[in-house]
């Protein structure tokens, strides 16, 4: 089993940065890919980055994130993180993180690839 609690969000303004983070519990964390994903209000959750098991040599991101957000993680910390730099009134959404734990045959985008999930972390960007 693991756990998932995200922290770090909040209210800032369009342009400002906001580190999210999301603590596991379990020794189970550094072979797990991690991922974040969000869901603003009246909308579907979506892929936002993630992380692979281990070194995290390899990294993936939305589009709509590129260059802005940098995703990594703390095996030592059973952390990962989420640096969000740049941020725009469109970024507010709920933020979730979620473990791939046991490989599923789906997309690494797909809320189905990940086994477990945090209860997400309100972002609010003002502009």
């Known amino acids: 089993q693991v756990q998932l609690v995200e922290s770090g969000g909040g209210l800032v303004q369009a342009g400002g940065s906001l580190r999210l983070s999301c603590a596991a519990s379990g020794r189970t964390f550094s072979s797990a890919a991690m991922g974040w994903f969000r869901q603003a209000p009246g909308k579907e959750r979506e892929f936002v980055a993630r992380?692979?098991?281990?070194?995290?040599?390899?990294?993936y991101y939305a589009d709509s994130v590129k260059g802005r957000f940098t995703i990594s993680r703390d095996n030592a910390k059973k952390t990962v993180y989420l640096q969000m730099n740049s941020l725009k009134p469109e970024d507010t959404a709920v933020y979730y993180c979620?473990?791939?734990?046991?490989?599923?045959?789906?997309?690494?985008?797909?809320?189905?690839?990940?086994?477990?999930w945090g209860q997400g972390t309100q972002v609010t960007v003002s502009s």
């Open positions: 979620a473990a791939d734990l046991v490989y599923s045959g789906s997309d690494y985008f797909a809320q189905s690839r990940y086994d477990y």
């Open positions: 992380i692979s098991s281990w070194t995290g040599s390899s990294l």
